[in-house]
C-alpha cells in the first residue's frame, strides 16, 4: 500500500512537472508573439491569438492547481476540475466570438456551426456555474 501512495505521489509530481513546463513554454511564445506584433505595428490582427495563449495559460495553471489540491488531499476533488472545464469553455467563446466578424465569409455552414457551437457552450456555462454552486451550498450546509 505504501509503495502504490508513493507511485501517486510520484505521478503528481511529475503531472505537476509537465504542467508547469506547458505554461512557461506557452508564456514564452505568447510573449514572443507580443512582442513581434508590437514591433510589427499588428497587434490588432494578433489580438484573438494572445488572448487565446493567455486563457490557455491560465487553463494550465488551473489545472496545475488542480492537480496540487489532488496531491495535498489524496483525492479527487471536483470543484477545480469544474473550474478548468469554465475556463475551458469561456476560452473557446472568447475566441469563436472574436472571430465572428470574418464567419460570413468563410460560408453559411461555417457560420451556422459556430453559432450552434456558441448555443451550446452557453448552456455548458450555465450548467458548470449551477453545477458550482450547489457544491459550495453543499459545502456550507456540511459545516
Known amino acids: 500500500m505504501q509503495i502504490l501512495s508513493s507511485v501517486e505521489d510520484l505521478v503528481y509530481v511529475g503531472l505537476g512537472l509537465l ?10 511564445i505568447a510573449l514572443k508573439s507580443m512582442v513581434l506584433a508590437l514591433w510589427n505595428h499588428a497587434l490588432g490582427g494578433q489580438i484573438v491569438n494572445l488572448l487565446d495563449q493567455i486563457l490557455l495559460i491560465l487553463l494550465v495553471i488551473e489545472l496545475l492547481y488542480t492537480v496540487q489540491v489532488s496531491f495535498r ?29 470574418k464567419l460570413p465569409e468563410a460560408g453559411d455552414v ?11 457552450l452557453t448552456v455548458m456555462v450555465l450548467v458548470l456555474v449551477g453545477s458550482l454552486i450547489m457544491m459550495q451550498q453543499y459545502a456550507k450546509r456540511a459545516v
Open 19 to 28: 504542467l508547469t513546463s506547458a505554461a512557461l513554454t506557452v508564456l514564452v
Open 110 to 120: 461555417v457560420f451556422r456551426h459556430a453559432m450552434l457551437e456558441l448555443g451550446v
Open 73 to 101: 488531499e489524496r483525492g479527487l476533488i471536483a470543484e477545480p476540475f469544474l473550474v478548468v472545464a469554465l475556463i475551458a469553455v469561456i476560452r473557446r467563446i472568447l475566441v469563436i466570438t472574436a472571430e465572428v466578424p
